[in-house]
């Protein structure tokens, strides 16, 4: 029904750059908030960070001031641009969504995962 895909991840060193994408596809109605988790090697996943339809955001403060959540709403597309990167940044970045749906129910819906590995 909705499909959630990223790209973007990839190898960088400490101190580098990167930009996440995550496209939804499939029936889509409207999809509310749409935000960004992490989940380390022996870790729980944890919130990265949100944002709202509106574009309200909010970050985990592990990343706040270094990291910018923002979407294109005509494109169902949200973004996690990451700078000034850290080796404990290093995890398998995922995108989650609240989608309704054409039919008007409203579900969860996840990315499979885009990996980031910051190290020199």
């Known amino acids: 029904q909705v499909q959630l895909v990223e790209s973007g991840g990839g190898l960088v060193q400490p101190g580098g750059s990167l930009r996440l994408s995550c496209a939804a596809s499939?029936?889509?109605?409207?999809?509310?908030?749409m935000g960004w988790y992490r989940q380390a090697p022996g870790k729980q996943r944890e919130l990265v960070g949100g944002?709202?339809?509106?574009?309200?955001?909010n970050y985990a403060d592990s990343v706040k001031g270094r990291f910018t959540i923002s979407r294109d709403n005509a494109k169902n597309t949200v973004y996690l641009q990451m700078n000034t990167l850290k080796a404990e940044d290093t995890a398998v970045y995922y995108c989650?969504?609240?989608?309704?749906?054409?039919?008007?129910?409203?579900?969860?819906?996840w990315g499979q995962g885009t990996q980031v590995t910051v190290s020199s």
């Open positions: 989650n969504a609240d989608v309704q749906i054409v039919t008007g129910i409203v579900n969860g819906y």
């Open positions: 944002i709202t339809s509106g574009g309200t955001t």
């Open positions: 499939g029936s889509i109605f409207s999809i509310y908030d």
